[in-house]
């Protein structure tokens, strides 16, 4: 079975550019979640997507966006790219909704901005 | 607030030793907790979780937790260490925060196996 899948995995932007990074989740898995790690802030909740809606949203302004397809692969964008968001951005999925539920982490995707 | 504390950023071991990686938490209602490990430029992996049931909790790789309500600590232990267990560890809780229930991590504690 293919674990959680995100492209691209390395990329390098400007301040100013935009970016969007890409996640297909487990086959049968319909939740979504991304993260943004950074050595000074740790793990950050981003967003949650569930059957196309976004349930769940973290403290990160709105040049953070994200949007889930029909078949529950998602992608997160992130516009006016400054270099503080220089980070790991990790997408994870789950089967459902339940809270008891551990996360699928897939390898991440790496974002520079200079 | 909805906390999770790692109080040790990093925890040094000799192979073959025991090891415990600490984890305190703040919620309110019943904690789902959950432990994950981070290699080097890779995702996280499920350790293991506590939903409900026995307080001790037995996971992949060997690792067990113990979940004491009393003290709202979910410490992280392995019987005997190895080399390649060294890697970063996040202790999380499920948690309701500003509305919306999410998985909020610890600051994560670096665990070094020496030879």
């Known amino acids: 079975k293919a674990g959680v899948t995100q492209t691209p995995r390395y990329l390098i932007k400007t301040r100013g550019q935009q970016v969007t990074l890409s996640c297909s989740p487990i086959?049968?898995?319909?939740?979504v979640s991304w993260y943004q790690q950074t050595p000074g802030q740790g793990l950050q909740f981003l967003f949650e997507y569930f059957s196309e809606t976004q349930r769940n949203k973290g403290n990160f302004p709105g040049r953070f966006s994200g949007r889930q397809f029909s078949n529950s692969r998602s992608e997160m964008n992130v516009s006016t790219l400054e270099l503080g968001d220089s980070a790991l951005y990790l997408c994870?999925?789950?089967?459902?909704?339940?809270?008891?539920?551990?996360?699928?982490f897939g390898e991440g995707s790496r974002l520079t901005v200079l | 607030a909805q906390s999770v504390a790692q109080p040790e950023d990093q925890v040094n071991v000799a192979e073959g030793n025991p090891l415990t990686v600490k984890c305190t938490y703040s919620v309110s209602g019943n904690p789902y907790l959950f432990w994950y490990v981070q290699y080097p430029n890779r995702g996280l992996q499920f350790l293991l979780k506590?939903?409900?049931?026995?307080?001790l909790v037995k996971g992949s790789y060997g690792f067990e937790a113990e979940f004491n309500k009393s003290q709202t600590s979910f410490h992280l232990k392995k019987p005997s260490a190895l080399v390649s267990d060294s890697a970063l560890y996040f202790c999380?809780?499920?948690?309701?925060?500003?509305?919306?229930?999410?998985?909020?991590f610890g600051a994560g504690t670096r665990l070094a196996v020496h030879p």
């Open positions: 506590y939903i409900t049931g026995d307080n």
């Open positions: 994870a999925s789950t089967r459902g909704t339940t809270n008891t539920g551990e996360l699928f």
């Open positions: 999380a809780v499920r948690a309701l925060s500003g509305g919306y229930n999410k998985l909020i």
């Open positions: 086959s049968g898995h319909r939740s």
